[in-house]
């Protein structure tokens, strides 16, 4: 059966699920494999928990009742059903990428646009080939925009995202060292990126450009852009104040936003400015970043006991890194401390980059640094106020006969070394 067959299918369902442990009445299951599963093994399970139709692409799990419908390849239909759909709707869609910043501006694009708008958004970092198709596809008629994070760590990925979202309207938040054990380099972190603008431009789109990045500048020649930063651009916001929750002016309006960290401003600027350019009024974007609280260990300003804690673990990498590093050496508060885990998928520069950091660390001392995880405890350091964990059980017993009190601290981390169990022990 192919797309157009399965479409009004789609139409009529609840929605699509592609985990049995989530099945809702009259969705529609994809039974999708990955390297560790085969969703074909729970398509009877699926329709005894209410789902409509499964999708399968192995014939020993078709049914010729009809409550199944066999393809060649259930990842590629769910993906062809989602750019099927989008150009059903033809509603209008912001797609963005970046190295640091895609959730939370995503996020905070949302709050702004939904104060106008009915918007769907990827939820969580649902930003692969699979959570792009089901962004797209939780989509419906009543939609009015439509904002789609993509994520990447290899070349083509974008390209092929760009492809089945169509964006109208695109945004890379910058570039950074992220993923370089697929991208292999800085420039082929650009190149992949950059192939979002590559589509836009290919189809005569629209892009959102920092006017401060001289990198998306240089990328975005010959590519119809609507800038924000500078008071030269399209859209100028001033940073009023970074040193607690940002505070920050548009349009001679004072927006006091619940984020931390100067690094943030750019994503602030970024929903300030998509909303102005999608008439937005000034005191609806006012709104929409004012109720905007983050969640998910990504720039949270936490109390706990005597301590005040900035808890920023959801990821890592070197640009990101070195930002907070930075934010933090500026920030008001006694007793810095600070706790970092490694900055994974970083591939043969993995040893360059972590010892890179505790160079900074050394030439910028803090109160106490804890640095966790096998690259930071292979770094070469000469500082006595930073110490080396290679587990995190190291660290907890550290935390757990010396616990700390009175401190500022910054959790910072990829987010396969969990940080945020730090918490539990401070």
Do not use: W
């Amino acid at each position: 059966m192919n797309t157009t067959a399965i479409h009004p299918l789609f139409l009529k369902s609840s929605g699509i699920s592609t985990d049995t442990r989530k099945i809702f009445k009259n969705c529609i299951f994809f039974a999708l494999k990955g390297e560790n599963f085969n969703g074909n093994l729970f398509a009877q399970e699926a329709l005894d928990k209410g789902a409509f139709k499964v999708i399968v692409d192995e014939k020993a799990f078709h049914k010729s009742t009809g409550e199944t419908i066999l393809v060649e390849n259930v990842l590629v239909t769910l993906q062809q059903l989602a750019r099927f759909h989008r150009e059903f709707l033809s509603l209008p869609i912001i797609s963005l990428t970046g190295s640091n910043g895609k959730t939370t501006s995503k996020e905070l694009i949302n709050a702004v646009l939904s104060q106008k708008f009915k918007t769907v958004a990827t939820q969580g970092n649902l930003n692969n080939h699979i959570g792009v198709p089901l962004t797209l596809l939780a989509m419906n008629k009543e939609t009015e925009i439509g904002i789609v994070e993509m994520g990447a760590n290899h070349l083509g990925e974008i390209k092929m995202l760009s492809e089945i979202a169509e964006p109208d309207y695109g945004y890379i938040t910058n570039f950074g060292k992220a993923h370089l054990e697929g991208f292999g380099s800085i420039e082929g972190v650009i190149q992949g990126k950059t192939e979002l603008y590559q589509f836009l431009k290919k189809h005569k789109k629209k892009i959102f450009v920092n006017a401060n990045d001289p990198n998306q500048l240089a990328n975005s020649e010959g590519i119809e852009s609507i800038s924000f930063g500078t008071a030269q651009s399209d859209f100028n916001i001033k940073l009023i104040n970074s040193m607690h929750h940002l505070l920050v002016e548009f349009n001679g309006t004072q927006i006091q936003s619940n984020l931390v960290g100067a690094y943030n401003f750019t994503n602030l600027s970024a929903a300030i400015a998509i909303g102005a350019y999608f008439k937005v009024s000034t005191e609806k974007i006012k709104a929409g970043i004012e109720g905007y609280v983050p969640s998910n260990n990504r720039s949270q300003l936490i109390v706990k006991g005597t301590n005040t804690i900035l808890m920023d673990a959801y990821n890592a990498n070197p640009s990101s890194m070195l930002a907070a590093l930075e934010n933090f050496k500026q920030a008001k508060g006694e007793n810095k401390i600070m706790f970092l885990g490694d900055m994974l998928e970083l591939g043969k520069e993995a040893e360059a980059e972590h010892q890179n950091i505790v160079n900074f660390l050394v030439e910028n001392p803090f109160a106490k640094t804890f640095l966790v995880g096998s690259n930071f405890y292979k770094s070469t350091n000469s500082a006595s106020n930073i110490t080396q964990f290679e587990t995190f059980d190291e660290l907890k017993k550290e935390l757990e006969s010396n616990p700390l009190k009175n401190a500022t601290i910054l959790i910072k981390a990829s987010r396969g070394m969990a940080l945020e169990r730090i918490l539990d022990i401070l």
